[in-house]
């Protein structure tokens, strides 16, 4: 029972353009939404984060967009570079006692030059 | 400042053999965190120690002991290895709790024979 999905195993976008990253998840008591990037032998590294009481979070490059209703959330890379090519976890998690944060799948983004 | 450390980088064991991964944190983080990452299903968690002196386990625990040390060092013992346990493991920080920003370690590569 997958809390948290990603269902794009992988994502290949042109430089310059666009990239759209999708999570869904199950459990309405999560509300607190983390985003990781994950290069090839090096640990995941945090990169964004957004409070269900934010419909939108933005840092430079990088916006989530978190849809409460539908329990979806996507985070927008724009433009993209080819650094950006790497592993993107999505993460939720729960502030009241006991819960832990529940990572999906992963999604891996190519960034063609 | 190393951040979240990991040794060894990467190990091969025979099934029924036991090891030791170690981690070390210096950011003076309370909560320190084990999980192992497999393909198609994210980051799973292992053990997790809130506070020094304290462990409780995670999604998969089984398998697996841990050691809060102290507040910068947190051990995940394998007592007799099996090649399920083939996975790659990171240890992770965080200055309070759950579902806070998590600071990954480089990874231990582990190949059950």
């Known amino acids: 029972d997958q809390q948290v999905k990603q269902n794009s195993p992988s994502l290949s976008v042109q430089e310059g353009r666009i990239s759209i990253l999708n999570c869904d998840y199950t459990?309405?008591?999560?509300?607190?939404f983390l985003w990781y990037k994950k290069y090839p032998a090096e640990g995941p590294t945090f990169l964004i984060s957004?409070?269900?009481?934010?419909d939108k979070n933005e840092d430079g490059r990088f916006t989530v967009f978190l849809n409460k209703s539908a329990k979806h959330l996507s985070l927008h890379i724009v433009p993209s570079q080819p650094g950006d090519s790497a592993v993107y976890f999505c993460?939720?998690?729960?502030?009241?006692?006991?819960?832990?944060?529940?990572f999906g799948a992963g999604t891996r983004l190519f960034v063609k030059a | 400042n190393a951040g979240v450390t990991q040794t060894p980088k990467f190990q091969v064991l025979k099934t029924g053999q036991s090891m030791t991964l170690q981690c070390a944190q210096d950011?003076?983080?309370?909560?320190m965190y084990w999980y192992r990452q497999d393909p198609g299903m994210g980051l799973r968690l292992i053990y997790y120690?809130?506070?020094?002196?304290?462990?409780d386990k995670g999604e998969v625990p089984n398998g697996y002991n841990v050691s809060r040390l102290n507040k910068r060092e947190f051990s995940l013992r394998l007592e007799s290895a099996a090649p399920s346990q083939t996975s790659v493991y990171f240890c992770?920080?965080?200055?309070?709790?759950?579902?806070?920003?998590?600071?990954f370690g480089p990874g231990t590569r582990l190949l059950v024979l």
């Open positions: 992770a920080s965080s200055a309070r709790g759950l579902g806070e920003t998590q600071y």
């Open positions: 120690s809130a506070s020094e002196g304290t462990t």
């Open positions: 950011m003076n983080h309370n909560s």
């Open positions: 993460a939720a998690s729960a502030n009241t006692g006991g819960f832990k944060t529940i």
């Open positions: 957004i409070s269900s009481i934010k």
């Open positions: 459990n309405s008591m999560f509300d607190y």
